[in-house]
T-cell receptor, first 115, second 113 residues
Framework: GAGVSQSPSNKVTEKGKDVELRCDPI?????LYWYRQSLGQGLEFLIYFQGNSAPDKSGLPSDRFSAERTGGSVSTLTIQRTQQEDSAVYLC?????????????FGSGTRLTVV | QKEVEQDPGPLSVPEGAIVSLNCTYS??????FMWYRQYSRKGPELLMYTYSSGNKEDGRFTAQVDKSSKYISLFIRDSQPSDSATYLC?????????????FGKGTSLLVTP
């Protein structure tokens, strides 16, 4: 597609439920990033994929968070047993391999609300 | 303390004013310096990119990086109401996290007609 596509755009879930967030990167972009944007913390890096591999998962906030990428394309971020502090906008970005001017493009995000 | 500090504002200026935004940082390993603009309910979009120290100009926008002071700035000349948005500084280096971006908290700018 023309841009990074994220779905759903909005998600309201009950505390304790699991949620899956999806990111469709730009075709040909091998690097994929997940970020979280919350009112108090600003934009925080969560995880990076080079192809299907995530070399460093230390940015994930807790073991309730996991992510995978298949076929070097679509990525899903899963949050298990959601808590109210997980409420935030989850942003995905993709790029060619290289510095941030190599086509680094953000999606519009998934707004997650945990009630 | 966050690695990147940015005054959240809000900043309100009249149309035509010069706007100055800035960030400070603590990690001397950062090599890539960006300014992003973010409109409500949209993802950030890249506005200016600078590698290492120096100035870069693009139309009404000028980005400055001073690595010795760990200080970056964005200047907007002849500001327009359409410039009203949140401006985020971001910095990066190559690591196990690829080119993951470290963001400031963003400055909310309102340009009034």
């Amino acid at each position: 597609g023309a841009g990074v596509s994220q779905s759903p755009s909005n998600k309201v879930t009950e505390k304790g439920k699991d949620v899956e967030l999806r990111c469709d990167p730009i075709s040909g972009h091998t690097a994929l990033y997940w970020y979280r944007q919350s009112l108090g913390q600003g934009l925080e890096f969560l995880i990076y994929f080079q192809g299907n591999s995530a070399p460093d998962k230390s940015g994930l906030p807790s073991d309730r968070f996991s992510a995978e990428r298949t076929g070097g394309s679509v990525s899903t971020l899963t949050i298990q047993r959601t808590q109210q502090e997980d409420s935030a906008v989850y942003l995905c970005a993709s790029s060619f391999v290289g510095p941030p001017n190599y086509g680094y493009t953000f999606g519009s995000g998934t707004r997650l609300t945990v009630v | 303390q966050k690695e990147v500090e940015q005054d959240p504002g809000p900043l309100s200026v009249p149309e035509g004013a010069i706007v100055s935004l800035n960030c400070t940082y603590s990690n001397s390993a950062f090599q890539y310096f960006m300014w992003y603009r973010q409109y409500s309910r949209k993802g950030p979009e890249l506005l200016m990119y600078t590698y290492s120290s120096g100035n870069k100009e693009d139309g009404r926008f000028t980005a400055q990086v001073d690595k010795s002071s760990k200080y970056i700035s964005l200047f907007i000349r002849d500001s327009q109401p359409s410039d009203s948005a949140t401006y985020l500084c971001a910095m990066s280096t190559n690591s196990n996290s690829g080119y993951a971006l470290n963001f400031g908290k963003g400055t909310s700018l309102l340009v009034t007609p």
